[in-house]
């Protein structure tokens, strides 16, 4: 089974606040007590006190250690004011208060604390606890100076172990309030996170357990050897002391070694567990995943840069999720645009589907058209969306082209004019019917080396057109200037094909008027209507192009059917054309015969090579051709 203090070590800094802090370095401050046992004993096996003054140094100790507890919790009190006020306001449920200054102050104190404890608890147990100790007893009890110095190596080794120990368990204890403590900022978190690093750690460690060797077995051995040479005991009860305090004092060593490499791989092993697990959530796909800032040394600051490594992939998606959305749907108005383009050919009514188009595609607060007029002085406006776009069509609003706005500069310089802001921006016209517009682009519409006018869109939202959004529109302007360049010529196209309609109409008007003249009755009946008989008439025209040249009459005596009057319809649009043929062809047989009559009488002319030769052939000829009574050619050099 794990043991985990975390969740209760949570619910007492909950319950406690700021006074987690001075509790937790009381509480480490137990091991001064189990240190203080160990130094006694080892003490009493060097310097051999008396009964008196072993109960003297136990009393003494007894008053000794609480006031060094005291001191210590003061201490942490009062060198850590900003972590203490930044949990006492978390216990309460209060906001913290946000500020680089106070959050690096709050995070410096709780990291560097287990290392400013190591040296504070030392010079405390050595200067304000041993010291004293032995001053007392060397000058009231008679100890004496090898007893002294015994007592020093004593207070030494205590003071070594007790704060190396209690430096790892203050450590451990300050786990949650990191968690609690940790800046927003990453920098900060780096800046403090290894005060006391995992090299130091191991260091101090193997020096404190050297240096306690060295202090526990060098003055039992010189004991033992002053005794020895001294006469004052047999060498096999100096060798069985020996043994039992040697046996003693490296058992005192191995369970401190222990201890302290249980508790180094505690600090490294707890956060780590914690680091792979987090990189394995991550590896699925979980990029909320955080592992907790917990240790104060080089794990903890791998733990910062994976935190800040996941927050970055995390944001990174939600950023590539969003350009995702936002290209689609940009692809989307694209499409409903080129939709629009191929589908309408009226320029009128493109316009109006186009600027409403892009506007509800694209969220803008607004979208016009302008386009050139004929001078190529003024852009018009052709169409707006909202009731602004009503207004200004209304009162014919055009814009200067050499003018400071920003249509006329991207019509003049043929190329997209931004305002990101448009706050205090002088260049842009300021429309009053437009007060919410915070950003606004314009974007020439070119066909070829030709600008027609520009597109115009305005958003409430400050910087809202990106550079992928100024390429997007800019590629839908050149496909709208495209659109309205194909309009105008399909309107032109159009309306010439209507000119032709109306001259070949105009045509057929005069020239089958000109037949009829020539021949009034060109009529034609067939049967003969009895006078008892019930009149069912119909009558079709004969058209030919739009234009009627005639029209057919028929009577019965039942009622024409649908399939009938089809019928007559087709055999009159046919007889129709049959006419017009006959028409053309008889032009043709007429030109041809005028042309051969022209030609021969032009080959007699060109016959004759004298003025009386050719006057005479001329008039003859014609005159024979025409059937005239009389032809005169007169030369008169007036």
């Not at 096999?236 to 249980?262: K, M, P, W």
């Not at 310089?413 to 919410?436: A, I, K, S, W």
């Amino acid at each position: 089974m794990k043991f985990d203090l975390t969740p209760f070590l949570q619910n007492a800094l909950k319950r406690l606040g700021g006074w987690y802090l001075p509790a937790a370095v009381l509480a480490v401050q137990l091991i001064a007590f189990l240190s203080t046992a160990v130094a006694t004993y080892l003490v009493q096996n060097n310097a051999r006190f008396s009964a008196d003054q072993i109960a003297m140094t136990i009393r003494i100790t007894w008053v000794l250690v609480p006031i060094g507890n005291v001191i210590m919790a003061s201490w942490a009190y009062y060198t850590s004011q900003n972590a203490f006020l930044r949990l006492n306001l978390w216990s309460q449920g209060r906001p913290l208060p946000s500020g680089e200054k106070t959050e690096s102050a709050a995070w410096r104190e709780v990291n560097s604390l287990p290392l400013r404890f190591i040296l504070t608890t030392f010079l405390v147990a050595l200067i304000g606890e041993t010291i004293p100790l032995l001053v007392f007893l060397y000058f009231y009890h008679g100890i004496t100076a090898e007893q002294f110095q015994y007592g020093i190596m004593g207070g030494l080794v205590a003071s070594f172990g007790g704060s190396a120990l209690a430096s790892h368990i203050l450590d451990y204890l300050m786990r949650p309030v990191r968690k609690v403590l940790l800046p927003d900022a990453i920098e900060v978190q780096l800046k403090y996170v290894s005060s006391f690093g995992l090299s130091n750690k191991i260091i101090g460690s193997a020096v404190t357990l050297i240096v306690i060797g060295i202090l526990v077995m060098g003055p039992i051995g010189y004991h033992h050897v002053i005794q020895a040479t001294s006469g004052g005991a047999s060498g096999a009860e100096v060798v069985n002391s020996f043994r039992v305090e040697a046996i003693a004092a490296s058992f005192i060593n191995l369970v401190l070694g222990l201890v302290l490499s249980i508790l180094i791989l505690r600090t490294l092993l707890t956060p780590m567990r914690n680091l792979i697990q987090a990189m394995q959530a991550l590896e699925q796909g979980n990029l909320t995943k955080r592992v907790d800032v917990i240790a104060s040394d080089e794990i903890g600051e791998v733990s910062i840069y994976f935190n800040h490594m996941a927050r970055r992939l995390n944001v990174l998606q939600d950023t590539l999720e969003t350009q995702v959305k936002e290209r689609t749907a940009q692809l989307r108005a694209t499409v409903q645009v080129s939709r629009a383009i191929s589908a309408i050919l009226d320029a009128d009514e493109l316009t109006e589907r186009l600027v409403n188009l892009i506007a509800e595609e694209f969220g803008y607060y607004y979208v016009a058209l302008f386009l050139l007029d004929p001078s190529e002085h003024w852009a018009e406006l052709r169409n707006a969306t909202g009731d602004a776009g009503r207004v200004l069509r209304e009162n014919k609003h055009r814009l200067e082209v050499d003018g400071k706005n920003m249509v006329g500069t991207a019509i003049r310089e043929h190329q997209p004019q931004v305002v990101m802001d448009t706050v205090g921006n002088h260049v842009r016209f300021d429309n009053p019917l437009l007060p919410y517009t915070r950003s606004e682009i314009a974007l020439p519409l070119i066909v070829g080396d030709r600008v027609l006018g520009a597109l115009d869109a305005q958003s409430t939202k400050e910087s809202a057109f990106g550079e992928e959004d100024i390429e997007t529109l800019q590629t839908m302007a050149n496909q709208i200037a495209i659109a309205l360049e194909n309009a105008r010529l399909f309107q032109e196209a159009q309306q010439n094909l209507r000119d032709m309609h109306a001259i070949q109409q105009q045509y057929l008007l005069n020239t089958w008027k000109r037949v009829t003249d020539e021949q009034p009755n060109l009529s034609y009946e067939n049967g003969e209507l009895e006078p008892h008989e019930t009149v069912r008439q119909i009558e079709i025209p004969l058209s030919l192009r739009d234009q009627i040249i005639g029209q057919i009459n028929l009577t019965g005596d039942n009622d024409w059917t649908p399939e009938e009057r089809s019928m007559i319809e087709a055999i009159a649009s046919q007889a129709a054309l049959a006419l017009e043929n006959a028409r053309l062809v008889e032009d043709s047989q007429s030109t041809a015969r005028r042309e051969r009559m022209v030609a021969e009488i032009t080959s007699k002319i060109w016959s004759s090579s004298t003025i009386d030769g050719i006057m005479q052939t001329a008039a003859r000829e014609m005159g024979r051709a025409l059937d005239t009574d009389e032809v005169t050619i007169e030369l008169k050099a007036d």
